[in-house]
């Protein structure tokens, strides 16, 4: 008894530091349906499948955490893994967390973060792109898109008054060599002497008023071992595989709201540059205006065009895809949406970007339809 009050004594004499406040949230989203596409191949012919990735959104399940460290000051992580619903196999060239994995420290000045992350192109684009990473989105006919992450990257993102300025930086943007972006190969950088090779960085800024945002945004990658260039227009990618070749993509798009309206409208211009004088430089523009009508609180209807020009490689293309999206409840949702895309004489874009599969010949149109059903927790 003597000996219990004692140490009980002893310690009230010394000060612990309390535990700080933090939580943890655990979180996803599964999504898929049935699709219908017409010209799946080279030879025609029309297929029905249960796409891989994607439907209006890529399934994914994650974790993310904060812990009040005070003064304002507070520790932040995301782990965020991808997977397809129609194997239950994972995306991102099988990674556990190829989504998104990072740590780092945020306070009224920002956050700052490490390990892998997406690049400001990507996030530039989440307020002005209406139907976004969907199926027959952009990533259609610009894969890279809606797959823009880096390896061993550090970001700043931070929101001033309505502005927002966020910066990336990676050493090396493909660490395991499984590819970040189709048909593009593999660069996994870092190489003693060759500072360069694989490096990427990223910015933009961005402003968000009540009714209206503007944003623009500046992505550059350099090539390396392993390394390809593809602008997916059924032109074979081509060697990106010096540190001083440049992959450039530009953006700049705005978006306004009047009640249960909303409209946008962007470019996205890309250049790729190579040290090879035997390997072309290639350009091209992207144009893409959309809308969408939330017609009640259950239902909603948009839609988005886009134009993509790439006159290097004789290749041009329009797609419209139009959505209706009706929620059974606040986490459950039915779809149906549908595609069309219409490939110039050599061109060979399809709409559908779940999985590949479905490159139909040059200069023949494709429709696209899917019917899905979307849940989040």
């Keep these: 008894m003597k000996s219990t009050t004692l140490l009980a004594g002893c310690l009230a004499t010394f000060s612990f530091p309390a535990f700080a406040q933090s939580s943890v949230t655990l979180y996803g989203i599964v999504d898929t349906g049935v699709e219908y596409v017409t010209h799946a191949s080279a030879t025609g012919g029309s297929m029905v499948r249960m796409p891989s990735i994607t439907g209006e959104l890529p399934s994914r399940w994650g974790v993310r955490g904060t812990e009040d460290l005070g003064e304002g000051l507070s520790a932040v992580f ?3 893994s991808g997977f397809n619903l129609r194997g239950g196999d994972l995306g991102q060239g099988g990674r556990l967390f190829g989504r998104q994995a990072w740590v780092g420290l945020q306070g009224p000045w920002g956050k700052l973060s490490f390990g892998r992350q997406y690049s400001m192109i990507f996030l530039s684009l989440i307020d002005t792109d209406i139907v976004g990473p969907d199926i027959y989105g952009m990533g259609s006919l610009d894969a890279y898109i809606p797959n823009a992450r880096s390896d ?6 931070g929101t001033f008054h309505g502005w927002t300025v966020g910066a990336l930086y990676s050493f090396g943007r493909d660490s395991t060599g499984t590819g970040n972006s189709p048909g593009q190969g593999t660069c996994a950088g870092q190489v003693a002497g060759q500072f360069t090779q694989c490096r990427q960085w990223s910015a933009m800024i961005k402003y968000d008023a009540s009714a209206f945002g503007t944003a623009v945004a500046y992505d550059e990658q350099r090539g390396g071992a392993g390394a390809a260039a593809n602008f997916f227009d059924g032109v074979a990618p081509f060697p990106f595989t010096n540190p001083g070749d440049k992959d450039v993509r530009i953006q700049a798009s705005g978006y306004g709201k009047i009640g249960p309206v909303k409209v946008s409208a962007g470019w996205l211009g890309r250049s790729v540059e190579t040290v090879s004088p035997s ?7 992207l144009f893409f205006v959309g809308a969408s009508y939330q017609v009640t609180p259950a239902t909603l209807l948009d839609g988005e065009t886009f134009r993509i020009i790439n006159r290097d490689q004789d290749a041009r ?4 895809t139009l959505r209706g999206t009706y929620s059974l409840s606040k986490a459950t949702a039915v779809y149906l949406q549908g595609s069309y895309l219409w490939n110039s004489a050599k061109a060979r874009y399809s709409p559908t970007s779940g999985g590949g599969g479905t490159t139909p010949a040059a200069g023949i149109g494709q429709l696209a339809v899917m019917a899905g059903i979307r849940h989040m927790f």
């Design 152 to 157: 061993n990257s550090v970001a700043y993102i």
């Design 279 to 285: 390997v072309p430089d290639v350009r091209s523009n």
């Design 78 to 80: 995301q782990v965020e």
């Design 317 to 320: 293309a329009t797609m419209t």
